[in-house]
């Protein structure tokens, strides 16, 4: 098994420029966009990430069976986008893991609209079989507590359905951030949205071709604010980013205010740490931004702050179940992040917490890229950590490593 011993700069200082990837959540947007519209149009800065390269082949493919890999996005967004796809006919499948999340709210969902999609195997699970055709559309239903991707897939798809598309939310939004982010790209591109009392109602129209540009990526760029929280002295500056993001993740930069300040300057933001800030617990809700969590919560752990959260219900259906993957890997270093899926809520003990341990604990990765890229910051207090399966970050963002080591970091092989 392949892992990177990860090894800070002395002193854990760090200074140094990042020029971040674009988001792949913006550009798996686009990207779908961009296939319902009559003549494409050109993206600039599209993210190298994995999930978008695969989106972007599949989206070319005459396949019949079309692989989706461990994307979640990639795959509700094509489940929705290929039953749209008149006289055409194929399986969508994906990796292991993702047999096992669940699509049936989404499948569902598509069906009321007039979709033609069957399991090839298990109830509610992937692979599917998709015969696609034109979609009459109308006003559906939809929990609105379970993934927001389900919300975007079928947004994405309004605009071409014969009657549009009118949408309600029902119950408590996830990751409102992501629906607000797909609505102003439809708008961009031409669709008449307007989002109400939990009702998205979608007007029937032809997405419109113009140029489009990526911005960079905050869910990449909390990696750094987590560095630069552990680190002894920091002064990061982050290339490609705007304070008014349309990325829920931008949310980042507040979170972790008490430990980082951000200054931002034309599509810039450097981030410098405060000295001797003394913060004894910590509470959030993560329900508009969970793909944070886990950055979020190692770094607090390794500041010995005992915290509490919400909004972390989704995180069990994940690449892995992120906050089972929490636990164990914490509690090799003794903390805990116990709670309660009915209440959503999770209580985080650092009390035993020591970042020193030998032999150096081995942080395992669950096939999931934040898994990786939220402890790689763990070093700065430990000396050293231990990544298992280190390539997950490709899913994402390939040059995490090679970034790290701009900033000063050790990354060898063992």
């Not at 195997?121 to 009459?136: S, V």
């Not at 549009?164 to 669709?191: C, H, R, W």
């Not at 032999?359 to 950590?385: G, K």
């Not at 399966?389 to 040059?399: G, H, Q, R, W």
């Amino acid at each position: 098994m392949k892992s990177f011993l990860i090894t800070p700069p002395e002193n854990a200082n760090i200074e140094g420029e990042i020029i971040l990837n674009g988001s792949k959540s913006i550009a798996n947007r686009a990207l779908i966009i961009r296939a319902l519209t009559e003549g494409g149009f050109e993206i600039d800065n599209l993210s190298n990430a994995d999930d978008t390269a695969v989106l972007d082949r599949l989206l070319n493919s005459k396949d019949t069976v079309l692989d989706a890999g461990a994307g979640g996005t990639t795959f509700r967004f094509l489940t929705a986008y290929l039953s749209t796809c008149e006289g055409r006919e194929v399986v969508l499948t994906g990796t292991k893991r993702m047999q096992e999340r669940p699509i049936k709210l989404l499948v569902n969902a598509l069906r009321e609209l007039g979709a033609e999609i069957n399991y090839e195997n298990i109830e509610g699970f992937p692979p599917l079989r998709i015969k696609g055709k034109k979609l009459k559309g109308g006003k559906i239903a939809i929990p609105a507590g379970t993934s927001s991707q389900y919300i975007s897939a079928l947004l994405l798809i309004a605009p071409i359905l014969e009657d549009g598309m009118q949408l309600e939310l029902v119950g408590d939004v996830v990751s409102l951030p992501y629906i607000l982010m797909t609505i102003n790209l439809m708008k961009y591109f031409g669709a008449t949205v307007t989002f109400s009392d939990n009702i998205i109602d979608v007007k029937p129209s032809k997405y419109q071709s113009q140029p489009f540009f990526v911005e960079a990526d905050w869910s990449a760029a909390s990696y750094y604010y987590a560095i630069a929280m552990l680190a002894n002295h920091a002064k990061i500056t982050l290339k490609g980013l705007s304070q008014d993001s349309v990325q829920g993740d931008a949310q980042i930069a507040n979170i972790l205010s008490p430990w980082v300040s951000s200054s931002f300057d034309a599509q810039t933001v450097t981030l410098i740490n405060n000295q001797n800030v003394s913060v004894e617990t910590f509470s959030f809700d993560f329900l508009e931004c969970p793909d944070l969590a886990q950055t979020v919560i190692v770094a607090l752990a390794a500041k010995h702050i005992n915290s509490d959260f919400r909004g972390l219900k989704t995180l069990l259906i994940k690449e892995t179940d992120r906050v089972a993957a929490l636990n164990n890997e914490l509690s090799k270093y003794g903390a805990s992040l116990q709670g309660n899926v009915e209440e959503n809520y999770w209580k985080l003990d650092v009390s035993q917490f020591s970042a020193h341990r030998e032999p150096i604990p081995s942080i395992a990765t669950y096939e999931d890229h934040r898994m990786a890229m939220s402890f790689a910051p763990l070093a700065l207090v430990s000396n050293q950590i231990l990544i298992e399966e280190p390539n997950v970050v490709t899913k994402s963002y390939p040059k995490f490593w090679e970034d790290l080591k701009k900033l000063g970091f050790s990354i060898e092989e063992v």
